[in-house]
């Protein structure tokens, strides 16, 4: 079975700085039947202004994954920790116990364009943590490649839960499979361009629930499209 998210269905803030769209419900913006799927609890698409950014804030007890589309976004936290995420760049911040952070568009003329990504962690209490790691294109063209895994499979970074994160860019009639057990789930998460999921056609922005599926097929529908997929417990 697979339901479709379309992205014109999605929660929307205009914060004048910031231009947030919500897959799953997320501060002011509640729907009940859409508070996330298996573990994953958030995912926002988020359009910052030059120059502007999230005050230092906390969280706690959430796998928090950043993924850059266009322009930077610098990070520091309670940690210590203080870097340039940048497109290909796979953020992830362990909240445990608790943890503090910032996050602004350090750029004076260039918005910042990304996917953050909130997944409930197999257990609360976790030590807080942090990782980065670089996925060139070439290292999703036309592959699913896993960049965020229990474990950190694969040279992906971490995460602590039983769920796996591919990314891919296809290119023209490219086409991606993946095999998905009888136990598990899958959520697919168009960034941009159109593609064929299992004979239905998504664009960006749009998301899908796939459960008690054998396997997906991915195809491009555009000359570029990139894909984030979640297999998940």
Sequence with gaps: MITLRKSRERGYADHGWLDSFHTFSFADYYDARH?????????NEDVV????GFGTHPHRDMEIVTYVLEGSLE???S??????IRPGDVQRMSAGTGV????????KEEHTHLLQIWILPERTGLE?????????????????RLVASRGGRDGSVEIHQDADLYASILD???????AIR??????LQVVSGEVNLNGQHLVAGDGAAISAEPSVEIGAKSDRAEILLFDLA
Excluded: C
């Design 182 to 187: 009888a136990d598990r789930h899958a959520w």
């Design 49 to 52: 202004a030059p120059g502007r």
């Design 128 to 144: 807080p943590s942090y990782e980065q790691k670089t996925f060139t294109e070439d290292d999703k063209r036309g592959r699913l």
């Design 35 to 43: 508070m996330g799927f298996r573990s994953v609890r958030v995912i």
């Design 79 to 84: 940690m210590k920790n203080g870097s340039v």
């Design 100 to 107: 503090t952070h910032s996050e602004f568009n350090p750029s």
């Design 75 to 77: 990070h520091k936290d």
């Design 172 to 178: 023209g009639d490219q086409t991606v499979r993946h």
